[in-house]
């Protein structure tokens, strides 16, 4: 048996039933276990656990370095000038709001991304 996602060749134990979709347990995890951007709980947690000695991981740092000294951008723009997926850039960006550092916003009815303390219109 394959996963219906990635190919990759899978046994019946090791298989997860998702919408219909036989997949492994890695397309699965990526599915279920994908960070939100908007998740009260995970930014109560966020900034209750923050520190002023805060560390951002190398992708984190580059999305809020970008965007801070280009934003707002589209998420198109910004995985171009980072070279990311727009995966990596999801999953990064959802630490980034929830430690209330990025936002989402519309820029002439466009989603843009841009820094947390900046006002939209």
Known sequence: MK???CATEITLGDSYEHSGQT?????YLDIV???KTCDP????????????DMILT?????????IKTKGPLTVEQICADLGFSEKVFRSNFATLR?????KGCKV?????????DTQSN
């Open 58 to 66: 190398e992708e984190q740092q580059k999305i809020f370095d970008l």
């Open 33 to 35: 276990a994908t960070p």
């Open 41 to 52: 709980w995970a930014v109560y947690s966020a900034k209750k656990t923050m520190s002023q």
């Open 108 to 116: 002439k009815g466009q989603v843009c991304y841009t820094l947390f």
């Open 3 to 5: 996963c219906e996602k």
């Open 98 to 102: 929830h430690m209330e550092l990025a």
């Open 23 to 27: 997949l492994c347990e890695d397309c």
